[in-house]
């Protein structure tokens, strides 16, 4: 009886650590099927987003009778990405002159969350940006102040939710350009653009600025310079 026993506890000790393993590595997998993957390709239409931004607590509301689509496009699912942001958005883009991402960035600083901003020093200036927008709403902006360009083009929502392409923040790159956005939720990943964030970040201190004279500041060499400065004035 006893050696019947044991054996049937060995039995039992087995099976509940097989259903336990086969338990955790069900909750491993739905886990990974809930973290957010997504890519976007550009060119998109420029489709309504209205609707979006009213959703997030820009106002208005009813229909909206603008003559832009109305249906889903990679563009609307960028914005509304971006609009889940409840704590924080670290935004690290070259170039930005889209109105419609603008109002997006705008409506998480006025909802209380966290907007800071990392872009490049010449073309912030040019016309069509919405970097002086943005400052001027009291957002949180810092720019290189060296030979080469701040050339990264990264979002990190909430430090959980990475965005991160080829994609300028442009109506160009948005409705005429081959682009892409991957979009993703996770911790490794997260960490690393984090941390990159973090140190530009630091770096562009504007305390620790070096004034030249005008002899003095290092020029930047960009054969596409023209291009991307009529693309802004489109």
Known sequence: MAVWRGG?????AVFVGAALEALAE??????????VREVLFFPSRLTCVEGLLAAA???GGGACSCPLPHDESPFSRL?????????CLDLCVFAFSSPQLSRAVLLLHRRGVRVRVVTDADYMALRGSQIGILRRAGIQVRHDQDSGYMHHKFAIVDKKLLFTGSLNWTAQAIQHNRENVLILEDAEYVKLFLQEFEKIWENYNPANYIFFSK????????KHKAETERQFNK
């Open 8 to 12: 049937a506890l060995v039995a039992l």
């Open 26 to 35: 069900w909750l491993a997998r739905r886990r990974r099927e809930a973290q």
């Open 215 to 222: 002899e003095e500041v290092p020029k930047k060499e960009d």
């Open 57 to 59: 607590g820009e106002g």
């Open 79 to 87: 914005v509304a990405r971006l609009l889940t942001a409840r704590r």
